[in-house]
């Protein structure tokens, strides 16, 4: 279980990710907000060749033609489901330290109930936004009581018809946390579409595929749906090692790049704990601690960063606190200092010990590009040279579809923008 903490420019993905998904042997998960000249470009021929390659890009990060479709609701028919599906949303927009307040609390609510009543009948989470821009409507209310929810009715019947303001703004908040969803582009990846492949999270996991996850961070972002799907990917891989012996073979590599910014799952910290003894590899990228704080709070991202077995640290460690925790980690050793005194006698030698830090704090955010620190578990701290993908043989066979790949994306891209002048009646 592994947590990455490397500045941008650091080699992190060319001499981590990268070489991390081209050796693995069972399905390869992979979060990102790039894809040109990047992880998705470098792996997406590779893995091709050894099995299924799903894309799910909703905001054309590739531009990629949509060629599958993910079922967002498959996982909130029951009201465990829903709440989690509602808290993706919630995450996805606001941090952590706000997230508990008293309209993000109830407006999650209000989107766990509305998953609920969707998922309950086979509804597609379009009609979630439906309902969010008519409170007054009772279709949800009847349709939670007709699948036996009749407490979650009774808890958004209360909304309803509770004072007006208080309802305006629950519902308004909750829009804002789906408001993703009101491009129909956007919508189109997740809600069921005849003749295209659905993707199954079960199937996935005892695949050769790759799930290319591709979001935009920021405001207005698909970051939520990226988050759901990593999230439906890893808890059902967890499922089906438990029905296998408990451990995948081969394991699942979930490489979660930008997951503090595309791939912010609230209870990651949690997940790590037993993920890895089901044969679940979660490798979360971050470019520094403190935004894995921002993410998932002081004590969230404490955990997150014990229960790994392996961390690694990367040149551009500008936080100076953590460099001194770091240094302290790494220790102490006794460095031998002789002195010389000379007086009427003569002179007088003497030998004294002192201790110094193995590495200092300014050492560490000095670290050079290419170099990086490992702390696993059971062994002393190793300092290591990256290796990138592109020292290795296979690069002679990678660098070229890498390219090939990174002009497919950039054509499509020209295609797109001249259908769009074409729709408009802009000349070329």
């Known amino acids: 279980m592994i947590v990455a903490i490397m500045a941008p420019r650091s080699g992190k993905t060319s001499g981590l990710a990268i070489p991390a998904i081209l050796a693995a042997p069972g399905p390869v998960l992979l979060t990102s907000n790039k894809a040109a000249n990047d992880a998705y470009t470098t792996t997406v021929d590779a893995r091709a060749k050894v099995g299924t390659v799903w894309t799910l890009d909703p905001q054309q990060i590739a531009h990629h033609p949509r060629e599958m479709w993910w079922d967002i609701l498959a996982d909130a028919r029951d009201l465990a489901g829903a709440k989690r599906l509602a808290g993706h949303f919630v995450t996805a927009s606001v941090d952590e330290s706000s997230g508990s307040d008293f309209w993000s609390t109830a407006a999650s609510n209000t989107l766990g109930a509305l998953f609920l009543a969707a998922a309950s009948h086979r509804r597609p989470i379009t009609d979630v936004l439906a309902w969010l821009a008519s409170p ?9 009581a007709d699948a036996g929810h009749h407490a979650v009715a009774a808890q958004l019947q209360g909304t309803v018809s509770g004072a007006t303001e208080t309802r305006d703004g629950i519902y308004e908040t909750a829009r804002q946390y789906a408001s993703c969803l009101l491009d129909p582009e956007i919508a189109a990846w997740v809600t069921p579409t005849p003749g295209l492949p659905e993707f199954e999270p079960f199937d996935f996991a005892t695949s050769r595929d790759t799930l290319y996850l591709l979001s935009k961070d920021g405001g207005g972002s698909a970051s939520a749906i990226i988050a759901a799907a990593a999230d439906a990917v890893m808890r059902a891989a967890v ?41 679940v590899i979660p490798m979360t990228i971050l470019q520094s601690y403190r935004q894995g704080q921002r993410c998932w709070g002081d004590t969230g991202m404490d955990a997150l960063w014990s229960a790994a077995t392996v961390k690694v640290i990367g040149s551009g460690i500008d936080d100076a606190d953590f460099a001194d925790k770091l240094s302290r980690q790494i220790g102490e050793h006794d460095v031998q200092t ?89 000349a070329t």
């Open 136 to 144: 007054a409507d009772r279709t949800p209310v009847d349709l939670l």
């Open 239 to 279: 499922i089906v090692a438990e029905r296998s012996g408990g451990r995948l073979d081969p394991p699942a590599l979930c490489v979660l790049d930008e997951a503090a910014n595309v791939c912010r799952i609230s209870d990651l910290p949690d997940l790590y704990s037993h993920l890895g003894s089901r044969g």
């Open 338 to 426: 002789t002195s010389v005194s000379t007086s009427d006698g003569g002179k007088s030698t003497s030998v004294s010990m002192r201790t110094e830090r193995i590495l200092p704090p300014d050492a560490i955010r000095a670290l050079p590009k290419g170099k990086i620190l490992l702390f696993a578990t059971g062994l002393k701290v190793a300092m290591l040279d990256l290796k990138p993908w592109f020292k290795e043989p296979s690069a002679k066979e990678i660098g070229p579809a890498s390219a090939r790949a990174t002009k497919a994306i950039t054509e499509r891209a020209l295609a797109k923008a001249t259908t769009d002048r074409d729709d408009f009646g802009l």
